[in-house]
């Protein structure tokens, strides 16, 4: 049973552990509050990607290609809610010292960020597209890809949440706190720009 999946958790794993906006913000979540405070993050954006595949599978991808302005709009937010959150990584300090950000991101917002997120889309239907012969029909392919994906996507966002409080502990100073903010809030704002490449 496993044999003919193995390609698609091999697909959907380089897929979500690749550097995205997702893998950014659970690196910081790491760094500034551990796994544990991280949790909600970290499963709301596997359960947005795991949502976003599937109805990607199902046919909801065509909606959207049918309706620019639907997608356009998608875009807008989602652009302007990474970089409201660039500016409060950015603008954070050590832990202990931090007002700036003083919780972590909910579950919502993990899930959100998938939901607005061109790449997350393009995995689906890159998915839909490559495995389809995996499924008898839409509902079985959807179902296929959301929990291949949401499970993947739970480990290759945890293994980010993990590096996160690995660079934490090699921190010693605020102004390293800083510095480490700061890549990571840019790394984050520059995630934006190939959401808007061929747009």
């Known amino acids: 049973m496993l044999q003919p999946i193995f390609p ?3 697909f959907a794993f380089v897929a979500t552990v690749t550097p995205g906006i997702a893998t950014t913000l659970s690196t910081a979540s790491g760094a500034q509050f551990g ?11 596997a359960a947005g990607l795991a949502t976003v595949t599937a109805a990607a599978a199902a046919g909801l991808a065509g909606l959207l290609l049918a309706m620019p302005s639907l997608q356009l709009t998608m875009k807008i937010i989602g652009s302007l809610y990474l970089i409201w959150l660039a500016i409060k990584i950015g603008r954070a300090g050590p832990p202990n010292l931090d007002v700036a950000m003083a919780k972590p991101n909910s579950f919502f917002g993990g899930a959100g960020i998938q939901w607005m997120n061109p790449k997350g889309w393009a995995m689906g239907l890159g998915a839909a597209a490559s495995f ?14 959301g929990s291949t994906f949401g499970l993947t996507a739970a480990v290759s966002l945890s293994i980010w949440c993990v590096a996160g409080m ?3 502990r090699l921190l010693e100073t605020e102004w390293q706190w800083r510095a480490l903010n700061i890549v990571l809030a840019l790394v984050l704002a520059a995630s934006i720009i190939p959401m808007w490449r061929g747009a």
Do not use: K, N
Request: net charge positive.
């Open 132 to 145: 389809a012969a995996l499924a008898d029909g839409p509902g079985q392919l959807a179902l296929l890809l």
């Open 166 to 168: 690995v660079l934490a």
């Open 8 to 10: 698609l958790i091999l």
């Open 35 to 45: 796994f544990r405070r991280s949790v909600p993050l970290l499963i709301g954006s």
